[in-house]
């Protein structure tokens, strides 16, 4: 399977007052962040899978970690606004655990590609303008940019691979949520919606081939990866096709 992007063509709910175009929302502005590193990730993909609220205890067991190291994980992603914490109900003297789990809302995509939305715009145009071969051009320099974003990233397995990918999808504000099946996430929000709204085939090339080669730098098989624009009410789909034990 080779990387690819599949176009299902201008999707559009129509009502009275306005077009709802299916996809992802835009993400959100916080300057307040934490950041999302891969074992964040790997608690954040638990609590996405988990169909009920999980402690810390529950999760520091499923993932064999120290319950304070999972405790942190959980408080960085509430503050971020990707995990929600309840009260438990007692079980006999003393304060009920705290219950966590995954929310929709995250706040904020990463500076480096906020801040270039407009001249994001202005390429795409040119791009779609000039070239003869838009969206192979707009993924090539996808694929630049995903090793620019990676350089300084260690290569290890591809069981490593996804999780990695997804914690840096997170950094830049694409809201990924692991679906259970675990070989397609969901991207909620788009840090470039309103450029991708104008310019799908390049803008979405270009975040293909940006998904690769991270996929690839983290020690995956970039030409596993697929991307669905505008999937679904509610996000784009990527998709990591299985391969020796990427995870």
Same mark, same amino acid.
């Given at each position: ?16 007052? !306005? ?32 169909? /009920? ?16 190291? =999972?405790?942190? %994980? ?11 914490? !309840? ?13 966590? !789990? ?19 715009? =202005? ?6 303008? +000039?070239?003869? %071969? ?7 320099? &996808? ?9 300084? +990233?260690?290569?290890? +397995?591809?069981? +490593? ?38 310019? !799908?085939? =390049? ?5 293909? *081939? ?8 983290? *020690?995956?098989?970039? /030409? ?9 009410? &509610? ?13």
């Amino acid at each position: 399977m080779q990387a690819s992007a599949e176009w299902p063509g201008a999707r559009q709910f129509t009502t009275l007052y !306005s077009v709802k175009i299916a996809g992802p929302a835009p993400a959100r502005h916080d300057a307040d962040r934490v950041p999302m590193t891969p074992a964040r990730a790997r608690v954040l993909e638990s609590l996405q899978q988990s169909a /009920d609220p999980v402690t810390a205890g529950d999760l520091a067991r499923h993932l064999g970690q120290h319950a304070n190291t =999972v405790r942190e %994980h959980l408080d960085a992603l509430v503050q971020r606004g990707l995990a929600a914490r !309840s009260s438990g109900s007692s079980r006999g003297r003393g304060r009920p655990a705290w219950q966590y !789990s995954a929310s929709g809302q995250a706040r904020e995509p990463d500076a480096r590609v906020r801040d270039y939305a407009a001249l994001a715009l =202005v390429l795409a145009e040119h791009v779609s303008r +000039s070239s003869r %071969h838009p969206e192979a051009d707009a993924r090539a320099a &996808g694929t630049a940019w995903g090793r620019l974003l990676t350089e300084d +990233s260690d290569r290890r +397995s591809p069981r +490593s691979a996804r999780g990695r990918t997804v914690a840096l999808l997170a950094e830049m504000g694409f809201d990924p949520l692991v679906r259970s099946r675990g070989d397609e996430v969901l991207l909620r929000r788009c840090p470039l919606l309103d450029v991708a709204l104008q310019q !799908s085939r =390049v803008v979405c090339s270009a975040h293909l *081939g940006m998904i690769a080669a991270a996929f690839e730098a983290h *020690g995956g098989e970039g /030409d596993r990866v697929g991307l669905v624009p505008f999937a679904e009410d &509610g996000g784009c789909l990527a998709t990591f096709a299985a391969s020796g034990g990427s995870a």
